[in-house]
């Protein structure tokens, strides 16, 4: 669940910073908070334990199913990022990286939140990159005011 909030908010403030999703695939208003369901099949079989390796495509549910387990030494997927969004990653994670799952979750589940705008449309539904956007925005803009609020 860790894993899952941290790629929300490094997306969110990657749209805002550097003009771009960091993220290709749409999160999902899950019970637990924002969820990118790829990200979700990748590392669901790790369940609360920490990742202590890359993840490669062996790590999904068709290549288990049809390779009769993980392929450890399968190539890992890497990211090409610029040095913006390098930054974009180290600061969220000096900034979040030490709450959990669940505190990041309850952080993301306040009224007025994308998560919640899209929950309140119904469980699972996509989170609009727009209402992303206009979130981190709103952030950036009260931190400069001296008004910052959580994530």
Do not use: C
Not at 1 to 15: D, E, F, P, V
Not at 18 to 34: C, H, M, R, V, Y
Not at 73 to 83: G, S
Not at 130 to 140: G, N, P, Q, W
């Amino acid at each position: 669940m860790q894993l899952q909030k941290l790629a929300y908010i490094a997306n969110g403030w990657n749209t805002v910073i550097n003009g771009e999703k960091l993220i290709s695939d749409t999160a999902q208003a899950w019970t637990f908070g924002p969820v990118y369901p790829n990200l979700y099949e990748h590392t669901k079989y790790f369940g609360k334990d920490p990742i202590g390796r890359l993840i490669t495509p062996a790590d999904i549910d068709v290549f288990r199913f049809f390779a009769h387990g993980s392929d450890k030494d399968a190539p890992a997927y890497k990211a090409d990022l610029t040095q913006q969004e390098r930054d974009v990653i180290s600061h969220v994670w000096r900034r979040y990286g030490t709450l959990d799952g669940i505190k990041l979750s309850e952080l993301t589940h306040q009224p007025g939140t994308p998560w919640f705008k899209a929950y309140s449309r119904g469980k699972n539904s996509e989170l609009r990159d727009s209402d992303i956007e206009e979130h981190y925005l709103k952030i950036a803009e009260k931190s400069v005011a001296g008004q910052a609020q959580e994530i």
